[in-house]
């Protein structure tokens, strides 16, 4: 009798996310729920992460309502979101109410598993967020960020399990978002977990496709016991997306582990998502293949894009080379941060600060938080040396409590200020969605009303043309014409400028 | 101490021609030669397969000059090419001393490692070429083209095996090439292999990456014992084509095994060609996922096209799904050949005449040779009633002995026709083109005086513009202008005619 290996597919959540800017309408997923929801899945991600900002900035359409949608189309199957712990699914600290509330609805609204993480591994960071899904009886699930550094051992890391278990989580993350968990360290690390944790608390492991390796890893975090893995449907698959769930059910066979996938299910998924990819092309990552120098600089994909954009906006653009030296040198003075949003942001601005301005001449607001503490406590030590020029640029003290601590109850005053707004709809929904995004909150509500947008457009309207729809008239080369008015013609060419 | 594991990259053969249609041009790959030859790699497939054909018939260059080129520029690493056995690089059985000449100008031009298969895996088509290696003193590597049928199991293959080390063989190789090599049947063959053959018999493991399961094949087979691998450099790799090689390298951090490449070396390689690829883009398959269906219909992509587009030819583009349905059972009657060229070829048309003309009404020349044995024997009895009707299509008897033994010597008679041709150097090479390309020889040859043709093309010539290349003047939009002539102004819309 093989083993079972249950499956968690990310083709609603993280799959867009990861490669077309989670831009995908909520109608163009739709069609796929029933057969997704047939397939045999232990749980279906489907909201949480980059979504609900997405939704509310981009897609003129109600989170929670996406939420709603999906419970009753995945009736079978267990729903499931990212939930970046006191930061919600916002960029900073809230207060528990806050997140006490947001979790509470969320279950209300059908939320089934709960994947808790924070940035820095700081666990108490996840504690409210846990405690919270747990009073609510659904699934809470701890998250271990992998990262590789000379700190993070499999120890480190089976110690972080211990404490999210002793917080009462029902089952562990490995999460490896820079596809970094390579196939020995997989092994061993999910062996570790399951030596020291017993085998009751389910292991679930996560892992992105980039460096071309992590469905090895996948296979070894089997063997050594993973009982769930992420993947998405192929047509959705690859490259800074995730490893493509056909290709997980076919490795399996023969190895004395099989999912119970119905592959005939997931052909009809794949043949929709297909369809539906080329419609969001402007939105589409370019990168389709294997990029393995992330494990020697450490810098996953997105950050680096947003560096390279940083230092062309100076007129600096050849100088990326400098900052991607420069960047695992921040990173330890920082002690050693995974980069995952928003450390990798914050720890790439300013290595391109030092190499423009000279090593911490300049420090960001969002960097000297960092080393003061106030995103949490780092897995190694900070330098100390950077830490005071910290103090100095955010004319703040460090500290070493869990950051909400400092935090007033801000609950009513959020109610207060949301239910001012043209078109709230007077739900703590809405205060929440507020409270996530103050600056876009206010045009959502007042928009709403007119409902949905589709950002995907027909395939042939990106072919070759001479006019571009954004910029009627536009030519990229010269045309000739012989023009002529009455008995006369003319030799015209129009060029562009 | 890790057990070091070699490796064969194929980045100058079998890549271009998976991925870009072998169209290749001899000097964007000299650049990369340095870097490759330093790297570290047991061999670098750079000849053979389509590439001779490709050279003659699109790049009017002369492929025993690049075998020349490529011996110059690569002194520290083993070259290597796929022979296709009694084939030699053409389409159909030659006349052994013509195979024999073959290889012994192949050693005298450069080539150290001869990878020689037979498409149906009749080892008898394959001594002629082994004998004719191992006389020069190169390395002689027998080849088993794996596939999946009730017949091809373990034993079967290791029989194969051994019949390859009785006819003197330095090194087995598993071939494949259409990604159905799935991790735990990878692992048992290897093992199997091993332990039939000892040690000393270097098992080298060759699979695409079509099926996205490929890469955990690799490692199992390197678990299981097997000595060398083939990969191809990132930025020409995946899809149709083959594992990353820095994924390779990476991938065996930690376990207990590890390749001696030099990944600095490797990169600069990956550059090179991520800056060539995008010159043949009207040749890139447009395929990067994963595609698993091919379990289940074993049918690979190259074949899938070929036979969509006779559908279509034929009008009758909406039967894909029958044919898809009848090639299982067209492969089963034919005695479940491997499907690669050629057998895929003959075995795809014969199902799409079956689905237009009825089971059998109409048989090609092709598929009657192969029923009656004109190709070699097969792995499994073939239905006796398609062979009957082979016969009559065929009007021929069945054949039990070795497909060349029935060859007349012909070296002489080639000789003379080669040498009649316009252009003919006079050298044995000219007349194993002529023998091989009999059609595309003779303009080959009064053509090669201007040199090699580089069909990359500047990238930006394929973005979008109002002016196609191939067609001036051409647009796909209208576009409005107002033309002042004078004082007068004239609304002029140009459109698409």
Known sequence: MAKLVEVTDVILRDAHQSLMATRMAMEDMIPACADLDEAGYWSLECWGGATYDSCIRFLNEDPWERLRTF???????????????????????????????????????????????????????????VEAVKRTGKHAQGTICYTVSPVHTVEKFVEMG???????????????????????????LVKGLKEKLGEDILIHV??????GVTLVSLMKAIEAGADIVDTS?????????????????????????ETKLDLERIYKVRDHFAKIRPR?????????GAETEIFKSQI?????????????QQGQGDRLKEVLEEVPRVRKDAGYPPLVTPSSQIVGTQAVFNVMMGKYKVMTGEFSDLMLGYYGET???????????????????PITCRPADLLQPEWEKLCDEAKALEGNNGTDEDVLTYAMFPQVAPKFFRERKDGPLNLGKDPSSFEAGPVSPD?????SAPIDYDVKIGEKTHKVTVAPR
Chains 1, 2 share one sequence.
């Open 71 to 129: 419970k009753k189309l995945l009736p079978k199957t267990r729903t499931q979101m990212l939930l970046r712990g006191q930061n919600i699914l916002g960029y900073r600290h809230y207060e528990d109410t806050v997140v006490q509330r947001f979790v509470d609805k969320a279950a209300e609204n059908g939320m089934d598993v709960f994947r808790c993480f924070d940035a820095l591994n700081d666990v108490r960071n996840l504690k409210t967020a």
């Open 471 to 475: 910029h009627p008239g536009y030519l």
């Open 206 to 211: 996560h892992v992105h496709s980039t460096t």
């Open 300 to 312: 996953p994909g997105g950050m680096l894009s947003n560096m390279e954009s940083q230092l062309k």
């Open 162 to 188: 211990e404490r999210l278990v002793e917080m009462g989580v029902d089952s562990i993350c490995i999460k490896d978002m820079a596809a970094l968990l390579k196939p020995q360290p997989a092994y061993d």
């Open 379 to 397: 897995d190694a030590e900070k330098e100390p040396e950077v830490v005071e020029k910290a103090k100095e640029f955010g004319k703040k003290d």
């Open 233 to 257: 449907v192929s047509s959705l698959s690859l490259g800074t997306g995730h490893n493509p769930t056909e290709s997980l059910v076919e490795m399996l066979e023969g190895t004395g582990f």
């Open 280 to 288: 969001y092309k402007e939105f589409l990552t370019e990168f389709q």
